[in-house]
């Protein structure tokens, strides 16, 4: 079974604060992504990476940054919380197409998520 | 930039009975990927079905089927004999075809609720 493994269920931090949320994947996916849920918005993109040490911004990356030093983990970091960033961070993964003729799962895999409360 | 649009926040639907749950999207790619995704209570986004824009016949999972219309751009969920279980959040989401850096991610809608009514 493929897994995607986000390090914390629900988590509560103060404004100002410095917050990781980490995600770890065993499928050997190039690809990996952190996206943001909130109701009514769906989820929006706010950094993926297809490489380590690889990063390209999403839709609304103001506010976050991004680490990947391993190829199964993805970390997402919060410079300095604010309340505006509470909501639902979702990770995922999967394989990146070298060629459109190569047949590869093109779903993603998703972790649980992340609560994330800044008080 | 490739969008996607579900215009029905709420859907409800008897148990046992069948549903629809609508999907248009935005592209100038010919070549693409389209995905239902659904996200129970529990929070855990499990795909439904997948779809690949070359084909034309319309991809079918037991009880989940699509209708897919290229032309149209829309790509339709039908849930038959839905059950309990069903209840849940479904995401409508695209991914393009071509391995070109950036066309990996998926871009969603903003979900439609659907509650199963016992």
């Known amino acids: 079974d493929v897994k995607v493994t986000q390090s914390s269920r629900y988590l509560v931090k103060r404004t100002g604060e410095k917050v990781f949320l980490e995600c770890v994947q065993d499928?050997?996916?190039?690809?990996m992504f952190w996206y943001r849920q909130d109701p009514g918005l769906g989820l929006r993109l706010i950094y993926f990476s297809y490489d380590v040490k690889m990063k390209e911004k999403g839709d609304i990356p103001e506010g976050y940054s991004v680490s990947r030093e391993k190829k199964e983990r993805f970390s997402l970091i919060l410079e300095s919380a604010s309340t505006n960033q509470t909501s639902m961070y979702l990770c995922a993964s999967s394989f990146l197409r070298r060629s459109p003729a190569v047949s590869v799962n093109t779903e993603a895999f998703f972790g649980q998520g992340t609560r994330l409360t800044v008080v | 930039a490739q969008t996607v649009t579900q215009s029905q926040p709420e859907m409800s639907v008897q148990e046992a009975e069948t549903v629809t749950l609508s999907c248009t999207y935005d592209t100038s790619e010919s070549d693409y990927y389209l995905f239902w995704y659904k996200q129970p209570p529990s929070r855990q986004m499990i795909l439904v079905i997948r779809?690949?824009?070359?084909?034309?016949q319309n991809a079918t999972e037991n009880r989940f089927s699509v209708n897919f219309q290229k032309a149209a751009k829309s790509f339709s969920l039908k849930i038959s004999d839905s059950q309990l279980g069903d209840a849940a959040m479904y995401f409508c989401?695209?991914?393009?075809?071509?391995?070109?850096?950036?066309?990996?991610?998926?871009?969603f809608g903003t979900g439609t609720r659907l509650t199963i009514i016992p």
């Open positions: 989401a695209y991914r393009g075809h071509i391995s070109n850096f950036g066309n990996e991610k998926l871009t």
């Open positions: 499928m050997d996916h190039e690809n």
């Open positions: 779809q690949e824009a070359y084909k034309q």
